[in-house]
């Protein structure tokens, strides 16, 4: 295997915590890359090609889905680890595997399932992406999940960060013995890997939305003048290259976009590491704040650049619409599965039956959570006798 120029704070496969269920090394892939391959060819990672990113599956097919923004975000991911010196396969494996428990619809299928299960522990899509690596996914033949290391579990979990009381009471009884099996410390940072895994995610949500914005027609060019970053990037590439179809303008935008966040984060992460002096990943984790993060400068223009967008778009009459109707038909399927488990599938009403009492309603937010777009929207015209509109 090759391998790669690694910093000494770096997360290192031979240093790996190892898996729930031990297995036998493979030979031509360390444990990260192993990983990251099992996410790829998980059936939750397939599903998210129709899930939502901000528009529909419907609306056309050159917007993101929640797949096309994991594999952006991925590549970014990999690109800032490489130049940090930080593990990319282990970045790569978290990137791709971030939203994997994502519900149909986006945040607005999260709020709706949130909404409906509150007497049922509530819905969180990290969770629930904890959830479908360590039990969900049922391909192998000698256990529940993808056997995931305990460095990707343990960078999942701290996505947004150190974990809470709060947090810590939400996690799968499975993470929580993964944690309890490898000593991890959850109130502690995740790695430098997860880190970024975590900004590239930021970064590239804000790009692409900006970029479908502009594509749906949610945001014009004149629109663009209402912030400090993109108003500068209108003048220069206006100034650079006039009569720019807006395809080539829409293009640019996003590219100088994602160029300067990551060169902002990646310039002020090295000399937060410089001045950590880290020797360890363990030193990266303890550190007292996030060592992968923006200047305070580009922090606030990104701050501007997302009040901008929930206002242009994310607030956009024509989104509000859909996602009302989209936590109409989430919110009704859960509640007729509760009340009609026969209405599932033979396999998950088998489930349903199969579970305590309390746990009934874990399991149904468990099916909702993991369909597509098209396939609620099908089972809610199955299932009653009108079903929004989602344009």
Known sequence: MVMQNLAPYASKPDQSGGRLYPERDCTSRNPWARDRDRIVHSTAFRRLNYKTQVFV???????????????????????????LGLHEDLTEALALAHDLGHPPFGHAGERALDRAMADHGGFDHNIQTLRAVTGLERLYADYDGLNLTVEVIEGLAKHNGPLTGDDMSQ???????????????????????????????????SAHDLDDGLRAGLISKAALSETKRTSAYKSSI????????????NYELKRRLITDLVEDAVNLSRIRLDGLGAKDVAEIKAASSPVVQFSPDMWTELKELRSFLFGRVYRHKAIVAMTDGAEVIVGDLFRHYLDQHDALPQTWAARVGDAAVGERGRVIGDFVAGMTDRFAIAEHERLFDATPELR
């Open 57 to 83: 599956y419907h609306e056309g097919d050159h917007y993101r889905s929640r797949l096309t923004h994991s594999l952006e975000v991925s590549q970014i991911a990999r690109a800032m680890a490489r130049r």
């Open 171 to 205: 996690l799968p009884d499975m993470v929580v013995e993964i944690g309890e099996g490898h000593d991890v410390a959850w109130g502690q940072h995740g790695s430098g890997e997860a880190q970024i895994a975590a900004i590239a995610d930021d970064i590239a949500y």
């Open 238 to 249: 206006e100034a650079r290259y006039e009569g720019l179809e807006d395809g080539r303008f």
